[in-house]
């Protein structure tokens, strides 16, 4: 089956640690995207990527990373830096071009302690 | 001011009533898409518009691009519909922006 995969669904860290988030799709989509919801908010963009090799910044970039080695794996690194890390984080990938919807993960809840 | 105003921000409806989401936007569009947040925290996408009107089911969506405007409608809802609908515009950059969600729920 095609789909867009992410773990794990509940991850808990310690204040101070980095931790990375997998996000996998096989759905030979171009564009990835990650995104972050917070409780009364809308998603709001931390990173994204239209090709393998390159990715640019969303709103809210601070204090986390990604990489783009592979056309299926779009990986996201929560630093130290971040400072209230603790949301439901949600991978998404598209076909490129601007008519096509987006496809998202099931999400994965991260919670500092 | 968020670029994309979803309304109602919270919706209770008894089983078997007409729904409606509205939602509007400030920037320029080259489409606007429904989806459909389970309470597991999993998203799906509802629809796709550019122009005009879209039927799936007992879902119909629409969009007035020259108000900025968009719509959708739930036709005889059912408990199972209970869930939070957003509203998602991508601009011609291709960047996406989301409303903060509908939460509708539909008593039995």
């Known amino acids: 089956d095609g789909g867009i995969t992410q773990s794990p669904k509940y991850l808990f860290r310690k204040e101070g640690q980095n931790v990375t988030l997998s996000c996998e799709q096989n759905?030979?989509?171009?564009?990835m995207y990650w995104y972050r919801q917070d409780p009364g908010q809308g998603l709001r963009l931390i990173y994204y990527s239209q090709i393998v090799n390159d990715f640019q910044k969303g709103d809210i970039a601070e204090g986390y990373s990604v990489s783009r080695e592979k056309k299926e794996s779009f990986p996201l690194t929560v630093t130290s830096a971040q400072k209230n890390p603790t949301a439901f984080y949600l991978c998404?990938?598209?076909?490129?071009?601007?008519?096509?919807?987006?496809?998202f993960g099931p999400g994965t809840r991260l919670t500092v302690l | 001011k968020n670029e994309v105003e979803q309304s109602p921000q919270n919706l209770t409806a008894q089983e078997g009533e007409f729904i409606t989401i509205n939602c509007s936007y400030s920037?320029?569009?080259?489409?606007l898409h429904w989806l459909q947040q389970h309470p597991g925290g999993g998203i799906v996408s509802l629809f796709m518009l550019s122009s005009g009107k879209k039927k799936h089911g007992r879902l119909i969506a629409t969009i007035n691009i020259q108000e900025k405007h968009s719509s959708l409608h739930i036709t005889a809802s059912h408990p199972r519909d209970s869930a939070v609908y957003i509203c998602a515009v991508r601009n011609t950059g291709n960047q996406f922006y989301f409303g903060t969600g509908t939460s509708l729920t539909v008593i039995p």
């Open positions: 998404a990938s598209s076909l490129s071009g601007p008519y096509n919807e987006q496809f």
């Open positions: 920037v320029g569009i080259s489409a």
């Open positions: 759905l030979n989509h171009d564009a």
